[in-house]
């Protein structure tokens, strides 16, 4: 079967989870040809195999990628539209399920309502909020309140809206369609850590490369 003339359109992520030891290129790419036949047999190019014991990461270079696609067909033209570098994690499916994992959950869970919790209440002593509703309830009404009053209750329930809208979610239901800050800076951190370990494998020479 002729290939030439056919040209092959990739698009190369920055970071891919694969769930099987063997990695094609469809796994690390989006292809587009308008042969089905050349695209097919791209997709299916076996670029890498992980095995038991050794590291679940690998970088692979866009230009591996192009390489081996263009020896197994002779005669395509193939242009990168993505990254130069895929890094590329080995997930393993079992490790995800079962009771252990509940149990994290849970314990992560916990550990970010109870800090919160303290955080917010430690931030409240320093500042001395109690004080402050005193003296603003002082200049008010021209005497101190006794007990909690409409101040205390107001800025509780301000205090649960902001929360609410700064993360953008009620339960399991999101306000609105724009991310939440926590979201963007979980973006921002995740990018940042696949540049420093491609970077890392470059340094070390671990990228798989062509020749």
């Known amino acids: 079967m002729s290939t030439n003339g056919a040209t092959i359109y990739l698009k190369v992520e920055q970071n891919v989870e694969v769930q099987e030891p063997e990695v094609c290129v469809k796994d690390m790419a989006t292809l587009t040809c308008a042969d089905p036949h050349v695209l097919a047999k791209a997709k299916s190019l076996k670029m890498w195999t992980f095995q038991e014991g050794e590291s679940k990461r690998q970088v692979i270079s866009a230009l591996r990628i192009i390489a081996e696609i263009e020896k197994a067909c002779p005669g ?8 130069t570098d895929v890094l590329v994690e080995w997930i393993s499916v079992d490790r995800h399920k079962g009771f252990t994992q509940w149990c994290k959950l849970a314990f992560v869970s916990l ?31 021209g005497f ?13 329930i301000g205090l649960a809206t902001g929360i ?19 979201e963007v800076e979980m973006r921002v951190y995740e990018e940042d850590v696949n540049k420093a370990l491609i970077a890392t494998a470059d340094r070390e020479g671990k990228t798989i490369d062509v020749s």
């Open 111 to 141: 550990v970010s309502f109870f800090g919160t919790a303290f955080t917010i209440m430690a931030f409240h002593n320093d500042i001395g909020i109690n004080e402050v509703f005193s003296k603003l309830y002082e200049m008010v009404m």
């Open 76 to 83: 395509v033209s193939v242009e990168n539209l993505g990254e």
């Open 164 to 182: 609410i809208v700064f993360f953008n979610h009620i339960g399991g239901r999101r306000i609105t369609k724009d991310p939440t800050p926590i």
């Open 144 to 156: 101190r309140g006794d007990g909690y009053g409409i101040l205390e209750l107001s800025y509780s």
